[in-house]
């Protein structure tokens, strides 16, 4: 399938990337299909490309890679809506931010993305440890820590 995107042209996406929301992500209702785009190998960020809006995208990542005990409580409710009975069947995704040299996570609106039948859910936790600005990575420190090794 050819995905318009704004920042990388027209791209062919595997079908097997698309993800479809049924009741959308939080704030955009009417966009329930989307591709999950690697732009790089061994990138661990991801673009959550709308399929029918080429200017509306997040970055997203696995968001235990920076929240090893980051856990999503899910209600069976929830994960029945995107065809779930197990939970360990589920994919999590963080939408990632950009304030100045921080990364920062929404842990509080994951997105749980149904492994086998792509069909996914943003949840709202109520878990007040995580917010939605979640520090993940600090630029600057990474940054100056390659310009030592260099």
């Not at 027209?10 to 591709?35: C, M, N, T």
């Not at 999950?36 to 490309?49: D, G, K, P, R, V």
């Not at 995704?93 to 040299?101: A, E, H, L, P, R």
């Not at 749980?112 to 420190?141: I, K």
Request: with cysteine; hydrophobic share 40%; net charge negative.
């Amino acid at each position: 399938m050819i995905v318009a995107t704004s920042r990388f042209g027209s791209l062919e996406v595997d079908e097997g990337r698309l993800i479809h929301f049924p009741k959308g992500i939080l704030g955009f209702p009417e966009h329930q299909a989307y591709a999950l785009i690697q732009t790089a190998e061994n990138s661990i960020f991801y673009w959550l490309q709308s399929v029918d809006r080429p200017d509306l995208a997040f970055v997203v990542c696995d968001p235990r890679l920076f929240v090893p005990d980051y856990v999503v409580p899910v209600k069976l409710e929830e994960l029945s809506q995107i065809g779930l009975t197990d939970p360990s069947a589920a994919q999590v995704f963080t939408i990632v931010n950009k304030v100045d040299n921080l990364l920062t996570g929404n842990l509080q609106g994951p997105l749980v993305v149904n492994v086998e039948t792509r069909q996914a859910r943003q949840l709202v936790l109520s878990d007040r440890r995580y917010s939605t600005r979640h520090p993940l990575m600090n630029l600057g420190q990474r940054q100056e820590a390659a310009a030592r090794t260099a």
